[in-house]
């Protein structure tokens, strides 16, 4: 039954792909649809079947086929739904669905061929996520790794009339090589070190380890794994491709940049939690590199003026949150965090979205206002989720970003903290600032303002419903992780908790906190404290936010002026994009340029068949062209490789 | 009859004997047919190919010596045969259209393409010095007029030149490497020489000999610094000769590499294991670089063919059993996945665009979706993502080093297929994102059809199910050298 999963999307993509053409546009999104749903109810039942299962050890495996065999080693090709994997198809199916059903409305400017071809995309991706989340292991999660990429690559350059999306697409591609690397080479060495791909026996065989307390094996492929899923999910220094992959339609954005694919990442650790835990060194940087990420995103999301930019560094900022969750080992929390996050940030795209649309594409923030009145839906949506995203209590965030934030206390690292209280700090006035500047205020304080078309549509019956489900998501998620300090018994984490099971002596041995309950309940009072702290911070960003951007909009620019410097090196994102173009592309391109293709690759023929003409026969031209190097040149360099190795034997 | 040779001997060169008597009929039939009748000789040209294939079928079990050990039959030999015979036959299928574009008359072309394969199954089975260089010139000869075989075209013609005098030039190396091999054993057999050398590893005379070979046959795989030929001649050669060049050729090169190397100088395995994994490093990283910056598609190929050489060295340095199975899997599966991008690239050429640019691939996904997927697929595969065949491939190649204690040469290779995929992707997102470029309609012949189809269902089928490739892979790669039967003691 698990198979059928990702079967089914991948179904919708074959239709989609062959016959896309030929159906009409209403047919092409029907079905599109209809896999995501079908493939969701698949996903519930699986997960009703999982939860039915005695704990713990309850796990579904399903054998697909016997992929590769010889002699003592063999890898198949397994689906395998844990509590883990669980959680993440039905983050993939259920949000996945409602863009499903979104997009309907939202490509409807599209030409028919365009429009199935965008769903077939989206269709395989979702097929790809869900094999990723569902592979036993690492050979068939490397199917969905790869896949998932390819998807983004083509869903974020679908425009290909942009300029700047065909760029985009470049920029992903190498920083997600580089992660790849890590990736590539993380599970080469697990291979080299523990003989298997398998997530369950590399678990088995790290848990029979002592965790390492200096830099060895373990942590060295730890780091590497780190690095591909820094590259996935966007942490520094490898966070430079999402917000440019922003150019891509609003609500591939919603799904693949912010929802699921970008916490490929996230997952990976949490799949190999064991392992990581047996490496502290390694979740030490995990965690570090988190809060920095959370922090540094979080400032330039003041100051961008594009509304889908401000989220993309939301993005980055929120993902930075989960991997601090990881790297302090709470990483049942940062699941929860994960889970709860796919709820409001797609609701927040999507509200976008609705905004883009109405506004017929435009996207920069100045540009609006006001909007309060014209788009009902999507402004009390888009609330929902900002107020869901800034920690207002009661609603989804509120409960797992508290829940990393305590959990980072509670495990003793208080300047973690501190630094992840400042990040909810900016949160919430960098989400405030974005709400007030589009939906309230008044339109036309900016030049430009006067192309908006006087009378605005708001969100059509299919945008207006994947809104309203989310934003009640974003509204009850949390309460599947109600803290045992509010009465709950945080059922969420507990149900999670044996996806990363390590023995209390690891726990101790690697300076993570003991067990979950026993903390709890001993820090009951102490998190009720935390919570309040939390509380106060939200308030006091909304509070200026509202100072700032709505009642005294002059006071903003003051800070501007005062702060010039710092506000052009927020606005220039602390020209990583340019370190990176000076310190790596100038330096590649060089080489590459200058250094291969003149040293390495001699054409002859270069300007001057082109200038002579292919038409031009004779014997003497062919022979003065021989004459005149390349030839030569070859024989040379063979000679040359004789003499290398003959110096190389009368050397040694 | 030579003393010593017996009609069984003529028995076991039983497919070796049809393709020989099948290209002289295809040569006839080029003067009998009509002018014009490309296609019918094109057909011919794959019965014969057809009979060949059939006529391996009662050598599945046989391993024996013939003609006095000039050549070897066994499952090892076999394996290359079969894989040179279906480049062929995809060659040819990718040929006729192609001819037809370029308005030329096929005259010698399908004799020549029976020729070179015939050199390269005698390669693959030649355990004596001297048959193996038959083999060598008899392919090589074939492809120095085959590259230039456009004659209005002056790049081909470039291409045959540049071919034949570095071919000439290498051919020279390897050659003084094979005599003092025989001047320092007194004989030509690969089996006897392993025998005489034995206990001789410091002998300088003889590390020469191995060094000398080496670059030799690293001509012929293009392996780096021996590689410069290799992008000219595949720009400018045919596009189904520059296929066939770099599928057909560098396969049959590795065969020779490694019955001269496992079967004739086994104990000099700690030199050239050194050698070797120098090469492969050099080569595997050249050729990424320098692939990274080509736009035009068929040199990109070349110095990403280069590359792929690089990998399959890997083999040979591990120089295992299983390094030698992971090497016959990866010859396979490259035929496929190489093949087809060639396939593709014919499918758009056009008497007006050459269609070997990357540009060209602009939005081939609206104006043929079969040959976007299909190039999206050799793309993957080529990369190394699974469950495509190439990732098969790599995984086998890496696996084997890591088994035979060269982690490093396996994390090169990795680092390696990661920077590559770059270039190959980019094709994909011309042909998936890039708006769609007017007027060039790739056009498509039941010829083309077929062969792009095999080469798709190949390339992924072998990715998801390989099991049986790699039992067949195995079981050939034991009867090299090993385990072998010399009849022959002289």
Known sequence: MLRLIPVLPFLGFLVNASFGRRISRRAAGAVASAVMLASLVVALVAAGNLVGLPNPGRALVEPAFSWISSGDFSVNATLRLDPLSAVMILVVTGIGSLIHIYSTAYMDKETDSEYARYFSYLNLFAAFMLVLVLGSNFLVMFVGWEGVGLCSYLLVGFWYQKESASDAGKKAFIVNRIGDFGFLLGVLLAYVRFSTLDFQDLARSASALSPETSFGTLSLITLLLFVGAAGKSAQIPLHVWLPDAMEGPTPVSALIHAATMVTAGVYLIGRNAVLFSHAPITLTIVAAIGVATALLAATIGLVQNDIKRVLAYSTVSQLGYMFLAMGVGAYAAGIFHLYTHAFFKALLFLGSGAVIHALGGEQDLRRMGGLRRELPIAYSTFLVGAMAIAGVPGLAGFFSKDEVLFQTYAGGHTLLWIVGLVTSLLTAIYMFRLVFLAFHGARGEEPGAAHHPSHLHDAPPAMALALIVLALGSIVAGYAGLPRALGGSNRFERFLEPSFIVSQETRRAAGLQGDLEEAETATASLEVGLMAVSTLVAAGGIGLAFFFFLRNPRAADDMVNRFAGLHRVLANKYYVDEIYDVTVVQPIRIVSEDGLWRGIDVRAIDGTVNMVGETVVGSSEILRRLQAGSVRVSAASLFLGVVLILGYYLWR | ?490
């Open chain 2, 1 to 490: 009859m030579p003393p010593g040779i017996t009609f069984g001997d003529f028995y076991n060169i039983l497919p070796e004997l049809v393709l020989t008597a099948g290209s002289l009929v295809v040569l006839i039939a080029d003067v009998l047919l009509p002018r014009r009748s490309g296609g019918w000789l094109a057909w011919i040209t794959l019965i014969v190919i057809g009979a060949t294939l059939a006529s391996l079928v009662p050598f599945r079990e046989t391993r024996v010596e013939v003609a006095n050990g000039l050549i070897a039959v066994d499952q090892f030999a076999l394996f290359f045969k079969v894989v040179f015979l279906g480049a062929a036959a995809l060659t040819v299928l990718m040929s006729v259209r192609y001819l037809e574009i370029e308005g030329a008359s096929p005259g010698e072309y399908y004799f020549l393409i029976l020729c070179a394969t015939l050199g390269m199954m005698i390669m693959a089975g030649g355990i004596d010095l001297i048959t193996i260089f038959i083999g060598l010139e008899t392919m090589a000869v074939s492809f120095y007029i085959l590259a230039g075989f456009i004659k209005p075209n002056q790049r081909s013609n470039e291409a045959a030149v540049k071919y034949f005098l570095l071919g000439a030039f290498s051919l020279g190396i390897l050659l003084y490497g094979m005599s003092l091999m025989y001047g320092l054993s007194g004989t030509t057999n690969l089996r006897v020489m392993a025998m005489t050398f034995a206990g001789q590893e410091s002998d300088p005379r003889l590390i020469l000999a191995v060094m000398l070979v080496a670059a030799g046959v690293g001509f012929k795989i293009a392996a780096v610094p021996f590689h410069m030929w290799a992008p000219d001649v595949y720009e400018g050669a045919p596009t189904p000769i520059t296929a066939f060049l770099s599928v057909g050729s560098t396969a049959a090169s590795f065969a020779m590499l490694l019955r001269i190397f496992l079967e004739g100088l086994p104990s000099m395995k700690p030199e050239w294991r050194v050698l070797f994994e120098g090469l492969a490093i050099v080569t595997m990283t050249v050729g990424n670089l320098a692939a990274l910056t080509q736009s035009n598609l068929k040199r990109m190929l070349a110095y990403s063919s280069i590359a792929h050489a690089g990998y399959v060295l890997i083999g040979v340095v591990a120089g295992t059993p299983r390094g030698v199975a992971a090497m016959l899997i990866y010859v396979l599966v490259y035929a496929f996945m190489q093949l087809g991008a060639f396939i593709v690239i014919v499918l758009m050429r056009r008497q007006d665009i050459v269609g070997d640019e990357l540009k060209d691939f602009s939005g081939l996904h609206v104006r043929h979706p079969f040959a976007a997927f299909a190039m999206l697929m050799f793309m993957l595969s080529l990369g190394g993502i699974p469950p495509t065949a190439g990732f098969m491939g790599k995984f086998w190649l890496f696996g084997a080093a890591i088994d035979a204690g060269y982690v490093w040469l396996a994390v090169i290779g990795v680092l390696n297929s990661a920077i590559s995929l770059y270039y190959y992707i980019r094709i994909v997102v011309f042909m998936y994102v890039k708006k769609e470029t007017a007027g060039s309609e790739p056009t498509m012949s039941p010829a083309l059809g077929i062969a792009l189809a095999v080469a798709v269902i190949a390339t992924i089928a072998l990715g998801v199910y390989p099991r049986l490739l790699f039992e067949l892979a195995e079981a050939s790669a034991r009867t090299l050298g090993a385990a072998a039967i010399t009849t022959a003691i002289r």
